[in-house]
């Protein structure tokens, strides 16, 4: 065999070889495809096919999301309507995983229109899917409104999408009060009442469809004035074609705040005699307050502030607060008014909010708190509190006498409903004389004014002389005298662990009992904290 002869024939082999592998790594996997929509739109039409039914008013686009393994491409075929084009694509051709639009234009005719939307694979086993639209004139299937309706007073309603409604009932309508649409349908449609979750069911009593196309609802009376919702949905079906109308009915309940928790403190019948009082160090996710018919997306949280010195937050209608830092100060509460706003009735909930000072609580605040004095000529105790510490000599302060010098003097403090939230009273002698000050008191709790009290401390030591004097740089002036305490000296009656929403603080007259001999006795504020041990 010649040389040339050779080269041939081991060409023919090394070709046959080449065809073999080629043919053995041939991948005759199916391929893979699977459409889906958002929404859930599509239908199955059988055959592995889909199918989707579109109302008359539709018109916009249609995402699309395909799933493959292989190259694809999409395409219009077998549509109605040709002139009009009505449907179109945003993309023909994909790879793997990837979505198309479909561009559907207004129905402007009285004609049904059926397009089909055709996806296929391009892998060596290719597979095919057919999206059929169906959209039809179905306002004459199906249509309702408020032509000829007289809606009873105070009643609004909207047309919404498609040629749904919102009604929204007022918090007044009365019992057994009816409501109606009117309807026009040229095939009985079938209705459907549906409640939200956690809101109130079975409100709409009776649905009647009168001769006149006319639906009648009887609404049941809202004892409670709770918020109530309810979703009437009207269905007509003809053959591949299904239409949908809706009517949301709303009623509204009487929006309130319901100001509460471990940290509220005064009158719930009287928010302007009420407050948020937290202790001076950080605190998170306090609850403050409960919402009742608002739900969480109409209220309105207030403005975030740089100086601000918490936050509010709003989860499962209930209202939080947490402080954001602590409150260093000693001679200066932080206090701020909370403001949350209804976004449907407008209507402002306040209430204050009020941080204590490091180490000495709250002032006692004469909106929110009561003292009365035993067995003193004195009995207005207004200006005993004046809800600030002043730090200079015209602060306000309150001098109590008392004729019968042989009695004692009694202090009674109303600590409020949280009166747990205390346990300890501390009182602050006036700041620029301090020597009508107790050297010592007797202090008692009870729940009840006429209970027993139960004594706590009994002629407990109280002031001492060096507590009282002024102890700064010499001169002959200040020098020995019970003056100059603008810093202010407060003494904590520490309760204990028994706590009772009353407190007595009992000091005696003379000169055993005040400096100088004093007969009376000067304040300047009276707090309360809660004191850790």
Known sequence: ??????????????????????????????????????????QDAGDGNLKMVLPTEFSGVIKLNVESNNPWIAEVSDITIQEEQWITLSSAEGTGNGTFDINIAPNNSAIDRIGSVVVTTTGNIPVKKTITLIQGNTDDMLSIGFDGIVLPEDVTVKEGLYGSWNMVLPIGFSTDQQISVAISSTVNPSIE???????????????TL?????????????GLNEYREALVTFTSKSGEVEVKKTLAISQLGEEDIIWG?????????????????????????????????????????????????????????????????????????????LVLKSKLSKEEFKITVRQCMKGYGTILNKKLWTVTAEGTTKTDLTKLYDNSWSTSSNNVNLQLNQKDKSESLNLIIDLGEQHSNYNAVGLMPRLQWTAPAPRKISVYICEQLNDSWTPIINEGEYYSENDLRYLGPYNESAANLFDNHYEGIIKWAKLGEQTGRYVKVSMKYGSENTFYGSDFFCFDEIFVTKLSE
């Open 1 to 42: 065999m010649n040389m040339k002869k050779l080269m041939i024939l081991l060409l023919s082999v090394f070709t046959l070889y080449s065809c073999k592998n080629d043919v053995e790594e041939v991948d005759w996997t199916v391929d893979t495809l699977a459409i889906t929509s958002e929404g859930n739109q599509l």
């Open 193 to 207: 009442i549906t409640y939200p979750e956690g809101l109130p069911a079975d409100w709409l009593a009776e649905t």
């Open 210 to 222: 009168s001769e006149t196309s006319r639906v009648t609802f009887t609404v049941t009376a809202n």
């Open 261 to 337: 928790g471990n940290y509220f403190q005064g009158s719930i019948e009287d928010l302007n005699n009420a407050e948020i009082i937290l202790p001076s160090n950080t605190l998170q996710d306090v609850k403050i307050a409960d919402l009742k018919n608002i739900t969480v997306n109409n209220i309105e949280l207030p403005e975030q502030e740089e100086n601000d010195w918490f936050t509010v937050k709003i989860e499962d209608n209930q209202v939080f607060i947490t402080t954001i830092k602590e409150n260093s100060t000693t001679n200066k509460e932080n206090v701020k008014e």
